[in-house]
């Protein structure tokens, strides 16, 4: 959604809650659009590395998220994707940043 296809081992992290004596998925980060490409770094689903709907949602119930769930979190990642200029002009990314980058993200949906 993004156009960031460098999602290799190392940029996926975990925290430890000693509270709680449990794991969690850490927080999103190194997720700039670095290309146009749908070929990821890792497999996504059952049809391997292509970012598509489908192949995301191949795995859902592999994650204990049902289908109907995994798509409403998929329309809201979208959502909120489409919005990105807005967000980076509030965080003050420059205008020619942002112009460069409108080449390289995907606007279209992965459908």
Known sequence: MIGNTDDHTRNHGFLYHFDRQQWSLAPAFDVLPINNSRQHGLGLGDAGRYATIENLMSQSLR??????????????????VIQWPEYFVANGVSENDIEILKGIVPIQNLG
Not at 71 to 80: G, P, T, W, Y
Request: glycine letters at 0%; proline letters at 6%.
């Open 63 to 80: 994650f204990n998220i049902k289908p109907f769930k995994a798509k409403r979190i998929i329309n809201q990642v979208s959502e909120l």
